[in-house]
């Protein structure tokens, strides 16, 4: 990675965005990302309830049928990310980064540890110490239990799906599931651990992405807000998967 060029990450600020809509623009934009159409960027975004599951199809840690999953509100994916089942919803804070690791010089295993890294930051900006998983625990804890998910997919060093920080969501979405196919462990939220008054979500999502660009060396972050993407989005939206 040279270190004199100026390095800008897009951070496309979405809003809500239902789960299948922003699969299909990730898919858009990797393609773009690939043929040199746009440079690194991350969405960053909120999904209303859903459960997704990962390329390993791991439906047994479903702990009920999908069809009361749906009664309780909750759309369920299966999708071609690594990781196990995982729950979605709004105050959750959700990164897409779309990146090409070749640019910046990252393995596989370096860039995940970055999207780690990114949540441990934030966290500790609200006097919460949490750390990476443990051997055969993915995401980021405090203490036991989980704040942050990660799931990843990568092909041909160009990323896509991310990670998912709990700032506030409603946790018993997740006593439906065996949340990242961990059993025997508590899911946990900023707002639960932390002994501060926490900002408006929006805040912290843009805490996020500032940590994200820095732990990946970006000099700057280029914002564009919902109202920029709405085209991007709707496209997207009409695109058969």
Request: net charge neutral; with cysteine.
């Amino acid at each position: 990675m040279s270190g004199g060029a100026r390095r800008v990450l897009g951070a496309w600020k979405l809003g809500l965005v239902s789960y299948g809509d922003a699969l299909r623009l990730q898919e858009r934009l990797v393609a773009d990302r690939r043929a040199g159409r746009v440079s690194d960027l991350v969405l960053s975004l909120q999904h209303p309830p859903t459960y997704t599951l990962g390329k390993r199809r791991t439906d047994h840690n479903l702990l009920l049928p999908e069809a009361e999953l749906r009664g309780l509100g909750a759309d369920i994916h299966r999708t071609e990310r690594g990781g196990d089942v995982t729950f979605h919803g709004p105050r959750q804070a959700v990164l897409y980064p779309i990146l090409s690791l070749r640019a910046i010089g990252l393995g596989a295993r370096r860039y995940v540890e970055g999207l780690e890294s990114a949540m441990i930051e934030v966290a500790a900006l609200y006097g919460v110490a949490a750390r990476p998983g443990a051997a055969g625990e993915t995401g980021v804890w405090v203490g036991d239990r989980k704040i942050g998910a990660i799931g990843v997919r990568i092909s041909s060093g160009f990323t896509c799906h991310g990670l998912a920080f709990n700032i506030d969501p409603d946790l018993g979405y997740f006593k439906h599931i065996v949340p990242c196919g961990i059993a025997d462990k508590e899911v946990t939220s900023l707002r639960r651990e932390a002994a501060v008054e926490l900002p408006p979500d929006e805040v912290i999502h843009d805490q996020l992405v500032q940590s994200l660009a820095r732990t990946f060396c970006f000099s700057d972050v280029e914002v564009k807000d919902e109202s920029e993407c709405a085209d991007m989005v709707c496209l997207a939206a009409a695109t058969q998967s």
